[in-house]
Each structure stands twice: as structure tokens, then as C-alpha cells.
Nanobody, 123 residues
């Protein structure tokens, strides 16, 4: 069974950058679409970006373009979420999730979720 692990979260100051990692032990992520999500206290979960098994990217962010990017390093079996110019409103628990192949479709049902990593943006 696929077990996703997020890492890279922590405390950063506004304007700084952070790179989060999503990986799996013993199972390749190559055949999965990987999405990055976040959930702040009192808010619903929101999807940020998704990268399909073929490398296509779907951007769900309502922020200004370019602050978040997603990438896949197949050699390292890792999907990254790069956040730049971080703001206090970016504070949330960030999750990665996997489903078969494609970013299209709802993120429910037969979905694999990581445990989440906390990102706090504060001065």
C-alpha cells in the first residue's frame, strides 16, 4: 500500500522560501498524479497544484502566479512544492496526495494521503 511522507515544513519569515517534499518508501510515484493541498485552521482544505504521472501540471491556486511551483524528480522518487515570497496567509498544514495517473477528477475515494507537514510563516 502506498505510504506518502511529506517533509520540509517549518517556521519561516514572511518573504522567505520553502521547499516541501513528498516521497514514498518502496513504491514509485511515477504512475501517480500527485497533488499538494493545504489546510489552515478554520478553513477548508484547498488544492494548490497537481502534477500528473506524465508531468502535466494543474494550477488551482488563487494567489498571484509563480509563488508556488510543483515539480517531480523521478530519480529521487520525490515531488516537490516550492513556495516563494511566503506570506502569513500561507500558514497551514500542507499535504500531498496520490491518485491514479491524472489530475482531473475529484480528490476523494481511493486516494492516498500523507500525514502533513506544518508550515508557519511569521515574523
Amino acid at each position: 500500500q502506498l505510504r506518502l511522507v511529506e517533509s520540509g515544513g517549518g517556521l519561516v519569515q514572511p518573504g522567505e522560501s520553502l521547499r516541501l517534499s513528498c516521497t514514498a518508501s518502496g513504491v514509485t510515484l511515477d504512475n501517480y498524479a500527485i497533488g499538494w493541498f493545504r489546510q489552515a485552521p478554520g478553513k477548508e482544505r484547498e488544492e494548490i497544484l497537481c502534477i500528473s504521472s506524465g508531468g502535466g501540471i494543474t494550477d488551482y491556486s488563487n494567489s498571484e502566479p509563480g509563488r508556488f511551483t510543483i515539480s517531480r524528480d523521478r530519480a529521487k522518487n520525490t515531488v516537490y512544492l516550492q513556495g516563494n515570497s511566503l506570506k502569513p496567509e500561507d500558514t497551514a498544514v500542507y499535504y500531498c496526495a496520490a491518485k491514479d495517473r491524472f489530475c482531473l477528477g475529484a480528490w476523494y475515494g481511493d486516494i492516498y494521503w500523507g500525514q502533513g507537514t506544518q508550515v508557519t510563516v511569521s515574523s
